[in-house]
């Protein structure tokens, strides 16, 4: 059974940071590939960042243009995602995902790689 619970968004304005965090439970797992999606309203859920198992490998969607920051603290059971000069359109509902197998060292960036999710948590950005 793997937990996740995303905390840090809020209403910012356009070109403000918010910086997200995800704490996670995973007792029967070791470190795995971790990723942040979001969706906004209408839309389908869309990657955002990925990261493997150890940090050494990270993938960004092309929008972030590299504006976000993905990073994990495994001994403190935290992924996180530093967001800069944030802009309208990043307006969404953004989920941290938790994938339950790993065979490669590397990342997963489609929803369908992901076993567990979190409940998300409402980044909002003013014009």
């Known amino acids: 059974q793997v937990q996740l619970v995303e905390s840090g968004g809020g209403l910012v304005q356009a070109g403000d940071s918010l910086r997200l965090s995800c704490a996670y439970s995973?007792?029967?797992?070791?470190?795995?590939?971790m990723a942040w999606f979001r969706q906004a309203r209408g839309k389908e859920r869309e990657i955002v960042a990925a990261?493997?198992?150890?940090?050494?490998?990270?993938y960004y969607a092309d929008f972030v243009e590299g504006r976000f920051t993905i990073s994990r603290d495994d001994a403190k059971k935290t992924l996180n995602l530093q967001m800069n000069s944030l802009k309208p359109e990043d307006t969404a509902v953004y989920y941290c995902?938790?994938?339950?197998?790993?065979?490669?060292?590397?990342?997963?960036?489609?929803?369908?790689?992901?076993?567990?999710w979190g409940q998300g948590t409402q980044v909002t950005i003013s014009s």
């Open positions: 995973a007792r029967t797992f070791s470190v795995q590939p």
């Open positions: 990261i493997n198992w150890n940090g050494g490998r990270t």
């Open positions: 995902a938790f994938r339950a197998q790993e065979q490669s060292g590397y990342y997963y960036s489609r929803k369908e790689d992901y076993d567990y």
